[in-house]
């Protein structure tokens, strides 16, 4: 008998997961609290932006392949397979990952369960959270439950989510049991026919394969911004540093990108959990890097701030300055710890008229900042601009040319927060350009 899959929270991660399992055939339930987010969904309308995910979305909810709920006996008195896909945002009162929606989703799960049930973890969690949420489901489920747990970490680029589901790189499973691994073969075993990477391992290396590869990811990017932060001190080409040493195969080339830093909703959150949770094993020093990691990361921020103001004779006040992008990363409409945000509001702050463009994340920035101004197109941000700002390497913006933007400006400047475009170029057209881990005079602030 084919399986039943349900899907516990239908936020990025989950709404993703059940359209994707659908697409492999299976019959999917997703759940949520959130009655809107649901009733959006069974409509076949997604909340935020995620190319490929709205086609498969409207796919299969009307073949009925896929269907959506907010009751828990729905969902356990008839899907076999349970996958939790809640969100484990960073805690209000510390960097720790706040764990209230996971233990909320198994233990409504373990109460209800009849029969036997798998239920499988995909939210980033720290270290120890399967164990005890095995000792959890033990102390909860009815007797006549037989529910084993296992957890399967996701691997999701935003922009890139449904090609990562359907065909990913590798594919890990923490689990106890051998039942537990065979079922989770079945579920993946399109993916496992084209000899992806399979690792089946114990929880705890389960849990720290997501995190450890955020914080090999967001130390990489800092790695590469703080030699940034040398050649914008003493010259060299930040660019062609990173490609030579990126020639080296112990090294590589991805992620050795200067720019104004990484954001979003997983990076910043995972390395400061994944602090948060070494120290409660009394290990204070193990991930001490990641806090300077982290504060490489922001300090990219105010360098832009600092130099919009050099670039800007040290007046902010009454400037009018345009920022293309102000989501985290291009293809996704995410502005959760955006840099390129942060920046247009502390420019704003100093005095600024900020006007902001962004081919998707107008609308979920706006409701996080609604001061600034958010205009529907390039030419409404950039017209009589003192300076332009390129925070978001969307193609459009990569593929800019001075032509694009010297009629609408009032004065030729540009920073080149991504370091995508043709420097000489624009130079030549007479405009005054600069990008990170380009020399420029000290700045306000420097050391």
């Known amino acids: ?44 309308e997604l909340p935020f932006h995620e190319p490929g995910l709205p086609e498969l979305l409207r796919k299969h909810v009307a073949s009925g392949r896929l269907r959506f709920t907010t009751n828990y006996e729905d969902v356990t008195a008839w899907a076999d397979i349970h996958f939790i896909g809640v969100g484990t945002p960073q805690r209000a009162d510390g960097h720790g990952a706040d764990m209230r929606y996971v233990d909320a989703a198994v233990r409504e799960l373990a109460q209800r369960i009849r029969g036997k049930a798998l239920i499988v973890g995909k939210s980033t969690v720290p270290v120890g959270t399967a164990r005890r949420l095995a000792a959890l489901i033990e102390s909860e489920a009815h007797p006549e439950a037989e529910i084993s747990l296992a ?31 065979a079922i989770l073969r079945e579920v993946y075993a399109s993916a496992l026919a084209t000899n992806t990477p399979l690792i089946v391992t114990d929880f705890e290396t389960a849990e720290l394969v997501k995190v450890a590869a955020n914080a090999f990811l967001a130390t990489k990017i800092s790695f590469i911004n703080a030699f940034a932060e040398v050649t914008e001190t003493v ?71 600092r130099l919009a103001k050099a670039m800007l004779s040290g007046e902010l006040v009454g400037q009018k300055i345009a920022v293309l992008g102000v989501t985290f990363k291009p293809d996704s409409d995410d502005v959760r710890d955006s840099p390129a945000l942060e920046i247009a509001v502390e420019l704003f702050n100093a005095g600024a008229e900020v006007f ?35 925070l978001t390497e969307w193609a459009e913006f990569k593929a800019l040319t001075p032509e694009d933007l010297t009629p609408l400006v009032t004065h030729r400047r540009m920073i080149d927060g991504r370091n995508v475009l043709a420097k000489q170029d624009w130079k030549t057209a007479g405009w005054e350009i600069t990008s990170m881990g380009q020399h420029y005079a000290p700045l306000d602030g420097d050391i």
Not at 151 to 170: I, K
Not at 294 to 305: P, T, Y
């Open 1 to 44: 008998m084919a399986l039943k899959i349900s899907v516990i929270g239908t936020g990025y991660l989950g709404a993703t997961h059940a359209a994707c399992m659908a697409e492999l055939g299976f019959e999917v339930i997703g759940l949520d609290i959130d009655q809107a987010k649901i009733d959006s969904l069974a409509l076949g």
């Open 151 to 181: 957890w399967n970490p996701e691997f999701l680029r935003e922009g890139f989510a449904v090609a990562d589901t359907m065909t990913p790189d590798r594919l890990v499973i923490g689990t106890q049991d051998d039942d537990s691994e």
């Open 235 to 305: 010259g060299g080409d930040i660019t062609t540093l990173a490609d030579a040493i990126g020639h080296d195969v112990r090294i590589g080339r991805k992620f050795l990108n200067a720019g104004v830093g990484f954001g979003g909703g997983c990076l910043p959150k995972d390395i400061r959990a994944l602090q948060a949770r070494v120290s409660e094993l009394g290990l204070t020093h193990t991930m001490g890097f990641l806090a300077e990691v982290d504060e490489i990361n922001l300090r990219r921020r105010e360098r832009v701030v």
């Open 356 to 390: 902001v463009f962004d081919p998707k994340g107008n609308k979920n920035a706006a409701g996080r900042f609604p001061r600034l101004h958010y205009v529907d197109n390039l030419e409404a941000a950039a017209q009589n601009a003192d300076l332009i700002l390129l």
